[in-house]
T-cell receptor, first 113, second 113 residues
Framework: QKEVEQDPGPLSVPEGAIVSLNCTYS??????FMWYRQYSRKGPELLMY????GNKEDGRFTAQVDKSSKYISLFIRDSQPSDSATYLC?????????????FGKGTTLSVSS | DSGVTQTPKHLITATGQRVTLRCSPR?????VYWYQQSLDQGLQFLIQ???????AKGNILERFSAQQFPDLHSELNLSSLELGDSALYFC????????????FGPGTRLTVT
């Protein structure tokens, strides 16, 4: 079993739709949870950063972490064509031994106008 | 723009050669990370430095080495290159030694022929 599982998609939605992206993980020591957006051949861009469980909202984006289920989600409201990209979940343990990010393989999202 | 810079953008070299990739972290960030992204493996952590000292090591090959200099820029050295080393190499920096929040540079695309 991989440490972080993420459905690669592709996911295709019409403009204005609500998008739900998810990851599951197996390592209960993960404390920090992130979502990155990556456009083709570009560097990953940090979208959301969450420590431990709970919800966090930033504009059209909402991140949820459920540590009891080892499940994290990213919701995108009112999706736009410019949201078309690959979304990567990432997580890391407490930093005593360094903070390597463990990434999911990414979900490719396409938003059509 | 994350504030992390990487040079060069592209590198094309032959098998058996050695190359050096360079990274400058965001102003004030002491932690630098190197990641490799290939189509089949996704984003994989290689190594972390904090204020000049190696902090954590991932699946970094013995042919690869890195260092962080007093001005906090970092270099990743890849030697005895093989075709399978062709990938995108990303540098990331973080304001904290322990927290997972990382900001990625634009990457260096390495092609080994």
């Amino acid at each position: 079993q991989k440490e972080v599982e993420q459905d690669p998609g592709p996911l295709s939605v019409p403009e204005g739709a609500i998008v739900s992206l998810n990851c599951t993980y197996s390592n209960s020591a993960f404390q920090y949870f992130m979502w990155y957006r990556q456009y083709s051949r570009k560097g990953p861009e940090l979208l959301m950063y969450t420590y431990s469980s709970g919800n966090k909202e930033d504009g059209r984006f909402t991140a949820q972490v459920d540590k009891s289920s080892k499940y994290i989600s990213l919701f995108i409201r009112d999706s736009q064509p410019s949201d078309s990209a690959t979304y990567l979940c990432a997580m890391s343990e407490d930093g005593q031994a360094g903070t390597a990010l463990i990434f999911g393989k990414g979900t490719t999202l396409s938003v059509s106008s | 723009d994350s504030g992390v810079t990487q040079t060069p953008k592209h590198l094309i070299t032959a098998t058996g050669q050695r190359v050096t990739l360079r990274c400058s972290p965001r102003s004030g960030d002491l932690s630098v990370y190197w990641y490799q992204q290939s189509l089949d493996q996704g984003l994989q952590f290689l190594i972390q430095y904090y204020n000049g000292e190696e902090r954590a090591k991932g699946n970094i090959l013995e042919r690869f080495s890195a260092q962080q200099f007093p001005d906090l820029h970092s270099e990743l050295n890849l030697s005895s290159l093989e075709l399978g080393d062709s990938a995108l190499y990303f540098c990331a920096s973080s304001p904290s030694r322990e927290r997972g929040e990382q900001y990625f540079g634009p990457g260096t695309r390495l092609t080994v022929t």
